[in-house]
């Protein structure tokens, strides 16, 4: 039958009890529940392969009620333990034939009023029940698999057919067993020793080819080192021993090291944790057992303090003289700034230590100090490396051995306090640091040649260094003229000694056109500059100028604010008078190119001239004296005389009266006309144009002639008379 039709017998008992719903429902559900029993026990009999019994059983009873045997043999097994072989466990078995037991008795229905659930629940327990045979249990695993070989491991063993009442034997009985279940035993191992199998017992027998259990070794520790530290904790230290191994913890004193490593089965490493001064056991501990035996102990000790560093800062080269105050400090042996050991350490007592630092690098830095076994001061004073200036340039980078240069020194590291500056071998004459990266200084005097320039300060000298070169300057002796205008363009001769060729010429403003004639004479042209004396200077490289030269005297020339009359003749002859100002004796006046033909000095504000011949136009008035000439003028215009071309008509009665008209050029309002005599009824009717009526005069040629206040025409037409 499947289990399908057991399930549906189940269903149709339920269906066929003729007990009301609602009436005797213990007996209804003894009907149903019997009903089912039967069924299943119907199914499980064959598939497990059960008989009634031997051929040389009985034949089953006819009876609706089937009965149940035992087998026709049993097995006995025997528990043996060998001497010598650490407990272990072995085991014989024989069989015997099993006695007959009686049948089992019918299974008896409930009552029921109509009797439909009791026939339903026969019918259902028609299959015979079979006893089954008892099986040894066996062994499959165990968790841990090993342990430590004083015992006391708590393990879990798989299997199947476990009994309450079993034993577990690993090397030797184990110390406690739970049964927790037909295939789970929890048991705690005795010491032991090697590998043994695990093998658990009952009545049904013992287990064989089990997996085993290896007893291990606790981890022993023989050293550590160094056996010293601080209590603050954190001193590296290298354990030795044997039976280290995974999962590995350290135990010094209560407190558990940090960053264990197990490097070997021989040794670790690992930090102190902290911890009270005095002696501490070193305990290593795995997942098998702890070291107990000989554990070798570390020595926590108090370590020293340092309070103050004075001075608290120093170069990075190193060499500064520090002074440590802390406590502790008796057994001091080294002195630590970074990482960086200092030297020359020297215990004044408990509470001071003197040493000099070591070059380090820039930065601050924590000052350690430690004894001989290691043990070292932490979180105390600072020392903070500052790196000595450096310089970058120098500008000028030339000035004179006389000194006095004033130059600008670029780089970085430049402390206001105490810094100096040498060019060479000795002091700048004056310096100001501007800011970190700019010293501004004056040079003193030096010898000829190029020198180091070197920023020093507290921290130390610089090593990155600018250079500066001492030349020799020349010298100026004299300058001819000594004076000139304030207008410039005044042509030098200048005498001296050591001229380069090179060299620059200031008098003043830089002089032009500078020409280096030999070392000992150079020519140039003043600059225009303001009145009054500037010293001549010759430079011949930048910034090293000549000292204490001769003087040139720039003076305002002469100026012209006016010019009267303004015109004149081009043929000269005009007296004009100039005003302005600074005219001096010996004047000259200048008509454009023309020089006046006199000059007459009236006052340093007035003077006379007498205009030349010249050529018609307006030219500039200039006054020339010792101090230069006039850059402001006046203006004079020279203006030709008239010139007559003919005259229509060209002759008339000696007795006059004919009317003429004369052509010609520069006719000017004013004008006369002479025709022998003065002409009548002059009229100017334009610059090129006369009328006019002939006075009477003697026979004959006569030259006309017209005249204004710039002269006679000259050469002019002539005009005949007729008696």
């Given amino acids: 039958m499947s289990k399908r039709g057991s399930s549906n017998a189940c269903k149709r008992a339920a269906q066929e009890s003729t007990v009301p719903r609602y009436a005797w429902p213990v007996a209804r559900a003894a009907a149903i529940?019997?009903?089912?029993?039967?069924?299943?026990?119907?199914?499980?009999?064959?598939?497990?392969?059960?008989?009634?019994?031997?051929?040389?059983?009985?034949?089953?009873?006819?009876?609706?009620?089937?009965?149940?045997?035992?087998?026709?043999?049993?097995?006995?097994?025997?528990?043996?333990?060998?001497?010598?072989?650490?407990?272990?466990?072995?085991?014989?078995?024989?069989?015997?034939?099993?006695?007959?037991?009686?049948?089992?008795?019918?299974?008896?229905?409930?009552p029921s009023s109509s009797g439909g659930a009791t026939a339903a629940a026969n019918s259902s327990l028609g299959a015979p029940l079979v006893e089954q045979p008892q099986v040894a249990p066996t062994v499959s695993s165990i968790t841990p698999a090993s342990g430590a070989v004083a015992g006391g491991t708590s393990v879990?063993?798989?299997?199947?057919?476990?009994?309450?009442?079993?034993?577990?034997?690993?090397?030797?009985?184990?110390?406690?067993?739970?049964?927790?279940?037909?295939?789970?035993?929890?048991?705690?191992?005795?010491?032991?020793?090697?590998?043994?199998?695990?093998?658990?017992?009952?009545?049904?027998?013992?287990?064989?080819?089990?997996?085993?259990?290896t007893f291990v070794a606790p981890p022993k520790v023989t050293s550590i080192s160094p056996a010293e530290g601080t209590t603050a904790g954190g001193t590296a230290v290298k354990i030795k021993g044997t039976g280290f191994g995974k999962g590995t913890k350290v135990k010094i004193g209560s407190g558990e090291a940090t960053s264990v490593t197990v490097t070997g089965e021989t040794e670790i490493s690992a930090k102190t944790p902290a911890g009270s001064a005095g002696e501490a056991e070193v305990v290593v501990e795995d997942e098998v057992a702890k070291s107990s035996e000989s554990n070798p102990s570390f020595t926590y000790v108090t370590p020293p303090t340092v309070a103050s560093v004075e001075p608290a800062d120093g170069s990075t080269l190193g060499g500064t003289a520090i002074v440590i105050k802390g406590t502790g400090l008796t057994d001091v042996t080294k002195v630590r700034v970074g990482s960086v050991e200092a030297t020359g350490v020297e215990v004044e007592s408990a509470t001071e230590v003197k040493a000099t630092t070591a070059a380090g690098a820039a930065g601050k830095d924590e000052v350690v100090v430690s004894y001989a076994n290691g043990v070292a001061s932490t979180g105390g004073a600072s020392f903070t490396y500052v790196a000595?200036?450096?310089?970058?340039?120098?500008?000028?980078?030339?000035?004179?051995?006389?000194?006095?240069?004033?130059?600008v020194i670029k780089g970085k590291g430049f402390l206001k306090a105490g810094a100096k500056v040498k060019v060479g071998g000795g002091e700048v004459a004056s310096m100001e640091v501007?800011?970190?990266?700019?010293?501004?200084?004056?040079?003193?005097?030096?010898?000829?040649?190029?020198?180091?320039?070197?920023?020093?300060?507290?921290?130390?000298?610089?090593?990155?260094?600018?250079?500066?070169?001492?030349?020799?300057?020349?010298?100026?002796?004299?300058?001819?003229?000594?004076?000139?205008?304030?207008?410039?363009?005044?042509?030098?001769?200048?005498?001296?000694?050591?001229?380069?060729?090179?060299?620059?010429?200031?008098?003043?403003?830089?002089?032009?056109?500078?020409?280096?004639?030999?070392?000992?004479?150079?020519?140039?042209k003043t600059a225009a500059e303001t009145a009054g004396e500037d010293e001549v200077v010759v430079e011949n490289a930048a910034g090293v100028p000549s000292l204490s030269g001769p003087k040139f005297t720039f003076i305002a020339p002469p100026t012209v604010t006016s010019v009267s009359p303004a015109d004149g003749s081009t043929l000269g002859g005009t007296t004009v008078v100039i005003k302005g100002t600074g005219f001096v004796e010996p004047t000259k006046v200048m008509f454009g190119s023309a020089e006046a033909a006199s000059v007459e000095f009236v006052?340093?504000?007035?003077?006379?001239?007498?205009?030349?011949?010249?050529?018609?136009?307006?030219?500039?008035?200039?006054?020339?004296?010792?101090?230069?000439?006039?850059?402001?003028?006046?203006?004079?215009?020279?203006?030709?005389?008239?010139?007559?071309?003919?005259?229509?008509?060209?002759?008339?009665?000696?007795?006059?009266?004919?009317?003429?008209?004369?052509?010609?050029?520069?006719?000017?309002?004013?004008?006369?006309?002479?025709?022998?005599?003065?002409?009548?009824?002059?009229?100017?009717?334009?610059?090129?144009?006369?009328?006019?009526?002939?006075?009477?005069?003697?026979?004959?040629?006569?030259?006309?002639?017209?005249?204004?206040?710039?002269?006679?025409?000259?050469?002019?037409?002539?005009?005949?008379?007729?008696?």
């Fill in 33 to 110: 529940m019997l009903a089912c029993v039967a069924t299943t026990l119907a199914f499980v009999a064959p598939a497990l392969g059960l008989k009634a019994s031997h051929s040389d059983s009985k034949s089953r009873s006819s009876h609706s009620t089937s009965t149940k045997t035992r087998p026709s043999t049993s097995t006995h097994c025997t528990t043996h333990r060998r001497v010598g072989t650490h407990g272990k466990v072995t085991k014989t078995c024989e069989h015997k034939p099993a006695a007959s037991k009686p049948s089992s008795p019918a299974l008896v229905s409930a």
């Fill in 156 to 213: 879990k063993i798989k299997g199947t057919e476990f009994v309450t009442g079993a034993s577990v034997w690993i090397g030797a009985k184990a110390a406690s067993v739970e049964v927790v279940s037909e295939t789970e035993i929890k048991a705690t191992t005795s010491a032991g020793r090697g590998k043994d199998e695990v093998v658990v017992e009952d009545e049904h027998g013992v287990t064989t080819g089990g997996p085993s259990f």
């Fill in 388 to 407: 000595p200036p450096s310089v970058s340039s120098v500008t000028p980078a030339e000035g004179s051995t006389a000194g006095g240069t004033a130059i």
């Fill in 434 to 524: 501007v800011s970190e990266t700019e010293v501004k200084a004056k040079t003193a005097t030096g010898a000829a040649g190029k020198d180091e320039v070197v920023v020093e300060d507290e921290i130390g000298k610089s090593t990155t260094n600018g250079s500066f070169t001492y030349v020799t300057p020349a010298t100026v002796e004299e300058i001819e003229p000594a004076t000139g205008s304030t207008a410039g363009g005044t042509a030098v001769v200048i005498k001296g000694t050591e001229f380069a060729k090179t060299a620059t010429v200031t008098i003043g403003k830089a002089a032009t056109n500078v020409e280096w004639v030999s070392a000992t004479e150079l020519k140039a």
């Fill in 603 to 723: 006052s340093a504000t007035e003077v006379k001239a007498k205009t030349a011949a010249g050529s018609a136009g307006k030219v500039a008035v200039a006054v020339e004296d010792s101090k230069g000439k006039s850059t402001t003028n006046g203006s004079f215009t020279f203006v030709a005389p008239p010139k007559v071309t003919s005259i229509l008509p060209a002759e008339g009665t000696t007795a006059g009266g004919t009317a003429v008209k004369i052509k010609g050029t520069g006719f000017m309002k004013g004008s006369s006309v002479t025709i022998g005599k003065a002409a009548r009824d002059v009229t100017i009717v334009s610059e090129t144009e006369i009328t006019a009526t002939t006075p009477a005069f003697a026979a004959g040629e006569t030259e006309v002639i017209v005249e204004d206040e710039y002269g006679s025409s000259s050469g002019g037409a002539m005009f005949t008379f007729i008696e």
